[in-house]
């Protein structure tokens, strides 16, 4: 969340007096929207319980949030925690930690709020959704693929985004649905798959 | 749905008279419910709307039917159509095969319904789902991949269950939250890639 929100006031001083928007007051609306998006769904989310739970004013809450799917789609995000991703010049290694970071940030909680949007007809919602929760991830591992083609690393012969959605697509069945989450030797495994492999042990020194 | 409710009354006759089960009342109930879970979401149904809706009395729904949970899953589960599946010798080709039925079998509608299922508290209604709506369909394409392994035909070494688990969550992603189905030929991309080449060209006859 810290990503998202703060950015804004990194350069202000701290301001000792008068009235500044505060952190705090966001993180106590986001923690209230997340309760009672998961007690009510969406469909159930009124703002007035939103000012109830937090403690924020309304007034607090719309300056801030022009809008309920504005709202919900900031609360899932901070949910999910930071997926900010620094790639470096090695596309193997960088796809191992973008797949680790995807399947860390989607959490049973998280999901179960994730799924109810995708129920709604609202096209605001949905919009804002996919842009801000869905695409960034899915546009980065794409790139990671892409990358460690370009380099000759990759040995799947499938779509990069095909591959992506089926890595993705895994990830959330995995979660949402049988309610056992993919662990880090699968996650190996399915890179090994698709990635070309090293030298065959034999070529390397001192190993069989 | 024929398979799963008309099984016990293949071997009876036409009944003239009397008042025998009427499939077409199974029919109006099923899409009743299925109209409803669509309009209202599992926690809004209630049986006194099935029954206004369907034109069926409440007690011709609870001989059916003994519990809200039961109702759910044979409409989900019909709203799925067909999933039966005849294996041949050839687990590539019952391989193919396996995974355009699912693709098929999962559609918009359905899956929001689904979707819902999976957010719900409800312990009766999670363990039908998943024995009825979940299991099968998997434990056939993990099967299928067990024949296709043993027929030395699987070049995949990731784990058969971990395969079918990417194969199914890829697409009830790429249905339910990306809105693009997989079509054809990626389905025929991908079990090209887990499943043993066939002869190089260069070695069967008259094709270069």
């Known amino acids: 969340m810290s990503s998202a929100t ?26 209230a929207v997340f309760a009672l998006l998961t007690e009510k769904g969406y469909s159930g989310l009124r703002i007035d319980d939103v000012a109830r739970v937090s403690g924020a004013a309304k007034t607090t ?29 090695d596309p193997v290694a960088d796809l191992r930690r973008v797949c680790v970071m995807l399947v860390e940030s989607i959490n049973a ?17 949905r919009t804002r959704y996919r842009q801000r929760i869905i695409e960034p991830p899915r546009k980065l591992l794409v790139d990671t693929l892409l990358r460690a083609k370009d380099a000759g ?15 993705i697509g895994g990830a959330i069945y995995r979660l949402a649905i049988l309610h056992t989450p993919v662990d880090a030797a ?10 070309v492999a090293g030298p065959p042990a034999a070529t390397v020194d001192g190993v069989q």
């Open 153 to 167: 690393l990759l040995r799947s012969r499938v779509a990069p985004t095909d591959l992506a959605d089926l890595l």
């Open 109 to 125: 909680d998280s999901l179960a709020a994730a799924l109810d949007v995708h129920r709604q007809p609202e096209e605001e919602l």
């Open 186 to 195: 699968q996650i190996d495994a399915v890179i090994d798959e698709i990635v």
């Open 61 to 89: 809450i719309y300056r801030r949030w022009s809008s309920l799917p504005h709202l919900v789609v900031d609360t899932i995000a901070a949910s999910m925690g930071n997926r900010d991703f620094a790639a470096t010049d």
């Open 6 to 31: 703060g950015a804004k006031r990194e350069a202000e001083p701290p301001m000792p007096t008068g009235r500044p928007r505060d952190p705090e007051v966001e993180k106590r609306v986001l923690n």
